[in-house]
C-alpha cells in the first residue's frame, strides 16, 4: 500500500510525560516536527525539556492543562502560532482512588476526550487529523474470550449499569465511552479534522519518562518490576488479558496514523502476540541471571500459565498493512523493559 510522505508538522501532543506519549514525543522530535505537548504542571514540562537538552522551543514547547477532565481544559492550548495540524491525545483523566465510578472514571474520561475535540474544532480550524488514544479495553467483551478472534471491528458492550458495579468494570467502560463520543462528534459535527484511535492492550516496554523510583511506574510494567524485586517470587500472579504489545510500537503507530491519508476514519488494534507471566519470567530468568534468585519456578510459575480454558486470538492486519507495522518480540521488550528500570532504579 503506498503510503502519505511525512512532512514537517505542527503537532499538539497531549499528556506528554506519560508512559506512551514519552515515547511519541521522541518519535515527533526525531522525524523533524515542531511539537508542544501539556502537562500538568510546570516541573514536568521541566523534566521534560532536560531529557531534551539540544531540542530548541521551536521544536519543543509547553502549555500547562492542569486537569483535562474541565470541559474548556483544551481551549486555550489548542491554539498555536504557527497553527496546529495535527492533535495527539494521550492524556487521559488521573485518578488517584476511585469512590464514585461515575464522576471518578466515565465522566471525566468522555469530557477529556470531547472537550479537546470541541475546542479543536472552535479554534484550531488548521488541524486536519486527531489521533486518540484509545484501549484493548474498548474492544473486548469478557464474556466472550476462549474461541474469540477479536479486531477494530469489535467493541465492549458495557453498559452504563455495569460500569457502576466496580473500579474494573468502571476503567473498561471509561474507555469505552469516550472513545464512542469521539467518533459520535465526529460524525455528527463534521469537524475539518478526520479522526484515528489506536486500541492497545497490555503495553509493556522500556521507561523513557522521567521517574525519580520504581514506586511511580506505570501499571503495565509494574509486574515486570515485582518480578525484579522477588514480590512474585511465591506465585506467579495471572496475566490477565493474554496480548501485549511494546510501547515503542504503540507510540510509532500513534505517529504513523497522524499522516497516513489511509488512516482517516479507522480504529487500529495495536497487538503484537499473545503472552503469559509464565513466559516473562522465564525469559527474565534466560537473560538476567543475577535475578534467578528473585523469581519464581517450578510450581510457582503455574498460576502465571496461560489459562487451560483457551484465551482469544487476534487480528491485526490493519495496523501491519495501513501502517506498516513490525511488531517487535516478547523477548526484546521484556528484555529493554527490564534494562530501562535498572537504570532508574541505579538513580
Known amino acids: 500500500m503506498a503510503r502519505t510522505r511525512e512532512k ?80 495527539i491525545h494521550t492524556a487521559s483523566p488521573f485518578h488517584y482512588n476511585v469512590t464514585d465510578v461515575k464522576k471518578d472514571l466515565l465522566d471525566p474520561a468522555v469530557i477529556g476526550t470531547t472537550g479537546i475535540l470541541k475546542a479543536i474544532k472552535k479554534s484550531a480550524p488548521s488541524v486536519r487529523r486527531v489521533v486518540i488514544t484509545s484501549s484493548f479495553a474498548a474492544i473486548i467483551d469478557p464474556k466472550k474470550l476462549a474461541g474469540k478472534t477479536y479486531s477494530e471491528a469489535d467493541w465492549n458492550p458495557i453498559t452504563e449499569a455495569e460500569a457502576l458495579e466496580n473500579p474494573n468494570n468502571g476503567y473498561r467502560a471509561s474507555k469505552t465511552f469516550a472513545e464512542r463520543a469521539a467518533w459520535d462528534f465526529v460524525e455528527k459535527e463534521n469537524p475539518n479534522f478526520t479522526l484515528a484511535s489506536c486500541n492497545p492492550p497490555l503495553v509493556l516496554g522500556p521507561i523513557v519518562h522521567y521517574l525519580n523510583s520504581l514506586d511511580a511506574l506505570n501499571t503495565s ?28 510500537d504503540v507510540a510509532l503507530s500513534h505517529v504513523l496514523a497522524a499522516f497516513q491519508g489511509e488512516a482517516a476514519g479507522k480504529r ?68 529493554d523493559t527490564v534494562k530501562s528500570l535498572q537504570a532508574v532504579d541505579q538513580k
Open 8 to 87: 514537517r508538522a505542527r503537532i499538539l501532543l497531549t499528556g506528554g510525560s506519560g508512559f506512551i506519549a514519552a515515547h511519541v514525543l521522541d518519535y515527533l522530535l526525531a522525524r523533524g516536527h515542531s511539537v508542544v505537548t501539556t502537562v500538568r504542571s510546570q516541573q514536568k514540562a521541566e523534566w521534560i525539556k532536560s531529557a531534551h537538552p539540544d531540542t530548541s522551543k521551536d521544536n519543543l514547547d509547553f502549555a500547562i492543562v492542569e486537569d483535562i477532565s474541565r470541559p474548556d481544559a483544551f481551549d486555550e492550548a489548542v491554539i498555536s502560532d504557527p497553527p496546529f495540524e495535527v492533535v
Open 221 to 248: 510494567n509494574q509486574r515486570i518490576r515485582n518480578f525484579m524485586t522477588g514480590a512474585a517470587k511465591e506465585e506467579c500472579p495471572p496475566s490477565g488479558v493474554n496480548f501485549f504489545v511494546d510501547v515503542r
Open 268 to 335: 487500529f488494534f495495536i497487538v503484537a502476540d499473545k503472552f503469559s507471566n509464565k513466559q516473562i519470567a522465564e525469559i527474565m530468568s534466560e537473560k538476567f541471571p543475577h535475578l534467578r534468585d528473585l523469581l519464581p519456578t517450578g510450581n510457582a510459575l503455574k498460576s502465571g500459565d496461560f489459562p487451560a480454558t483457551g484465551t482469544p486470538d487476534f487480528d491485526n492486519t490493519r495496523s501491519v498493512e495501513v501502517l506498516g507495522i513490525k511488531y517487535r518480540s516478547l523477548t526484546e521488550s521484556v528484555v
